[in-house]
């Protein structure tokens, strides 16, 4: 907290400095309320109340169910089975169903698959589409630009997805759910990690569940109920991209020290049951360019799933280090469907499904340190993702199967001495290193970051091929980043308004009717999860400064400025119950004024398969 405010101290500094806002100084009427920002230990409305946790053991807890937290899960259970050894594996994950907050392209790479469960289509694994058509595009404003990676000269580049199958993330994370309940772990949906526990040597002893039953205004309601405290040999962390708690062990354990800030995507998806005539099951379609300037890094996706309905997966994933803060990722994929080349697709169509996550871009150069006494990260909590391939999810699984096996290999070891309470997987880092998602990474880790050129995404496309293509991801020298997203967003009275175009209600769309689909909820009587460091700054920096990003970088309608009656100005609203836990917020925000917590569990979207 106190480093938090030095930053903001320092920002607001910068602001004086640069004459952005010469306006005095804007008291905020009270946002946050969260006891993670408010303290309730002088509130009186607390005095009486029982803090007592329950505590639970377990040999590992894995904080989060999607295809890292459970492949990690699985693999532990498999090793133990095999050697009849005892071994207690508990799995936490804030989403009321396994698999109703994963939400993925997905074009899934199935390699780690292959390795977990071998016997994967004797098992039933929802894998029903095969590619089977590989199409890639530039777009102009009118027109169509094919590029032929289906040629036997491209096959090796990272956009070729021969072999890989079509699915839905959601899905085949809920069979991953079945497949690690048979082997014997503990899966408990609906519960969300909220705090790590440490031992007094440092080490991490586990996490605690939510606290639940808290009014708006942070008071306790009769309904409070304190969490659970969950207590492990070891902890795998596996939250998803820029989780709560991740980003508290980077700082605790210094686990950044030596690579660059991770670098993000949004990533915006629609289900749509499409004419039966324009279905093409088993087609794969990317386009970059329009509607993104070429100084933006983003690009599109089209995929024909073979699931019974004629149901076509379209998205758009814009990169976050974008500079013009009147952009919009939500209205840029709106427009993008009213291109006369994907137009035709949807129309007659109905869109049955939409959602956002934001997603890791930083590849090899962001990777930190991935064990630390008492725990590890695995899958995209530590960024896994390879970028130009927009796949992540057979790195993910490979990285918790790599982790499991290390966590077993100490845990079981009758002779192992640790240093501290908590056990450290020292073997982790190490077999990374020596796997192919290490290899993976470090072969396409220029790509991304080629996109900073005066080119932009096209100098991307000409780095692929030209170096890619010819020296294979082994060139003598890496690029860089260049700093986190959140410096990348640049003043507004530098930048150009970009005007939307209304929603048809065809092909595109309002923000408030898609987020409707998305089934979000939360308990709408707690304390908003987007909880802010210091009221006063959206008022004070965001707003007069960048015009008030928030509005339009959230895919969610969360962030709200409106007329302040009592002010006669305006202020912030925050509509949390919107919230569909993308993250974009935390990570996109100039000011790094918002931290993302877990609302009570239970809470968030419903992508029933997305």
Not at 160 to 178: A, P, T
Not at 555 to 579: F, H, K, M, S, W
Request: charge should be negative; proline fraction near 7%; aromatic fraction near 10%.
């Amino acid at each position: 907290m106190i480093g938090q405010r030095r930053l903001l101290n320092e920002v607001f500094r910068t602001v004086s400095a640069r004459s952005f806002c010469t306006a005095t100084p804007q008291r905020s009427k009270k946002i946050t309320t969260h006891y993670t920002i408010v303290s309730r230990e002088n509130d009186e409305r607390w005095k009486d109340v029982d803090m007592e946790r329950v505590a639970d053991e377990s040999d590992v807890v894995v904080v989060g169910g999607g295809p890292a937290g459970l492949s990690a899960a699985i693999r532990l259970k498999q090793l133990a089975n095999e050697q009849d050894k005892e071994l207690r594996v508990t799995v936490v994950e804030k989403a009321p169903e396994i698999g109703s907050h994963t939400l993925s392209g997905a074009c899934l790479e199935p390699k780690a698959l292959f390795e977990l469960f071998p016997d994967w289509e004797e098992r039933g694994a929802p894998l029903h589409t095969p590619v089977t058509d590989d199409k890639f595009g530039i777009l102009t404003k009118n027109k169509m630009i094919p590029v032929p990676i289906s040629l036997p000269i491209f096959k090796g580049l990272p956009m070729n997805n021969h072999g890989n199958y079509i699915v839905r993330l959601g899905s085949f994370v809920q069979w991953l759910g079945e497949q690690a309940e048979a082997l014997g772990v503990e899966i408990y949906p609906g519960i969300a990690a909220s705090e790590i526990l440490y031992h007094e040597d440092g080490s991490v002893k586990g996490i605690a569940t939510t606290d639940v039953g808290i009014a708006k205004d942070g008071s306790p309601k009769d309904t409070f109920e304190r969490g659970m405290e969950l207590h492990a040999k070891c902890t795998v962390f596996s939250e998803g991209c820029h989780g709560a708690l991740a980003k508290q062990l980077y700082k605790q354990f210094n686990l950044r020290e030596n690579c660059e800030p991770q670098s993000y995507g949004i990533g915006l998806k629609e289900l749509w049951e499409v004419d039966p005539s324009k279905h093409c099951p088993g087609r794969v379609e990317h386009t970059v360019g329009w509607p993104l300037e070429k100084s933006t890094y983003g690009g599109s996706f089209i995929y024909h799933l073979n699931e019974g309905a004629p149901l076509v997966a379209v998205g758009f994933v814009v990169g976050l280090d974008y500079k013009n803060p009147y952009l919009s990722p939500f209205q840029e994929f709106q427009r993008f469907k009213t291109h006369p080349k994907i137009r035709p697709l949807f129309e007659g169509g109905t869109r049955i499904g939409y959602g956002a996550r934001a997603l890791n871009e930083g590849g090899f150069q962001s990777i930190p340190k991935v064990s630390f006494p008492g725990g590890v990260l695995v899958g995209c909590s530590p960024g896994f993702m390879n970028v130009p391939k927009v796949k992540g999810t057979h790195l993910a699984m490979k990285s918790a199967m790599i982790a499991a096996e290390s966590i077993y290999d100490v845990i079981t070891d009758e002779n192992h001495q640790s240093e501290t309470e908590g056990i450290m997987a020292t073997s982790y880092e190490e077999r990374l290193k020596s796997s192919w998602v290490y290899e993976e990474l470090k072969s396409v880790r220029n790509i991304r970051p080629s996109a900073h050129s005066v080119l932009g995404v096209y100098g991307t496309m000409l780095y692929t091929g030209m170096f890619y293509w010819l020296f294979g991801g082994k060139e003598p020298w890496t690029l860089s980043h260049g700093g986190p997203d959140h410096t990348k967003l640049k003043p507004a009275k530098e930048c150009k308004p970009i005007e939307y175009p209304k929603p048809d209600n065809k092909v595109s769309f309002d923000l408030l009717s898609s987020v409707a689909l998305t089934g979000t909820n939360h308990e709408g009587d707690q304390p908003a999860h987007l909880t802010l460091y210091s009221d006063d700054v959206p008022l004070n920096l965001n707003l007069p400064v960048y015009d008030g990003p928030e509005g339009r970088f959230c895919p969610a309608g969360v962030y709200e400025y409106v007329d302040d009656e009592e002010t006669g100005g305006r202020r912030l609203q925050i509509n949390a119950q919107n919230c569909i836990h993308c993250k974009t917020c935390d990570i996109k925000d100039p000011s790094q004024n918002i931290n993302w917590v877990p609302p009570e569990s239970g809470g968030g979207p419903a992508y029933q398969g997305m």
